[in-house]
């Protein structure tokens, strides 16, 4: 510890009336370079209001987001072994845990809930991006199965909202095995006779891509999310060429056939909703005719 910066500095600014202003308090737009207040971006759903780019939004704001006033049952975090091959590059793997965990509040990257949405009961699962980059390591692959294995007993919809690296390079080939286990719990629910949406969200690549992320009934994406396996810069160097304006984000793909509709984030709910309910051929509320001619369209693509 320094003891100018941890004693000395904070007893001359309590002296002086000095407060701590956080360093987040201001969040810039990355496509505009536009500052703003950090309040105004939450209550906007983390959506810069002028530019509309969408920011990472964090785990548990986007379940309260999405289930109808907020009202969800957390599903359990299974308990799996840590750091089980001791790795260490710069720093201890298991010191990379604790300070994640402190960071977010969570066990690892991956968030489910049970509730409802505009009435319809479904499980959704989202990626903690800011849990070492959202990457798939054992107790993701594990909380993933586990949340499929509730959504079959339940009888319900899953939607997933990725957001990842890929596979935790720090568990190995334990990691690379969560790919998969996830894709045969996706089979198990496709043959219990239940919808299966993916919302893919920025950043979604590496093995999550390569498994779970694409293997949706329907793939929504968020306006501008970077969706790939590999990296624009890996691609271009193997290939010894320039790639396409806009390669790999939301609108290319939608572009390409590979993403079925690019959909604002106050929109989602509303979406997911309407989409499900003709999946599950539950009544539509015509009072709820948001999109109604295009998810119908991809319904029955």
Known sequence: MNWITNYVRPRINSMLGRREVPENLWIKCPETGEMVFHKDLESNKWVIPASGYHMKMPAKARLADLFDNGEYESLPQPKV?????????????????????????????????????????????????????GSLGIAAGEAIVKAFERAT???????MFPASGGARMQEGILSLMQLPRTTVAVDLLKESGQPYVVVLTNPTTGGVTASYAMLGDIHLAEPGAEIGFAGKRVIEQTLREKLPEGFQTSEYLLEHGMVDMVVKRHDIPETLARLLKILTKKPVSAANDMNGGAIALAASA
């Not at 965990?101 to 066990?107: H, I, N, P």
């Not at 007993?153 to 939607?159: M, N, Q, S």
């Open 81 to 133: 072994a840590q750091d089980p091959l001791k790795f260490r590059d710069s720093k201890k793997y298991s010191d990379r845990l604790r300070d994640s965990r402190v960071k977010t509040e969570q066990e690892d990257t991956i968030l489910a809930g049970l509730g409802k949405v505009r009435g319809l009961k479904l499980v959704a699962v989202v990626h903690e991006f800011n849990f070492i980059g």
């Open 153 to 159: 007993l339940e009888k319900c919809p899953l939607v």
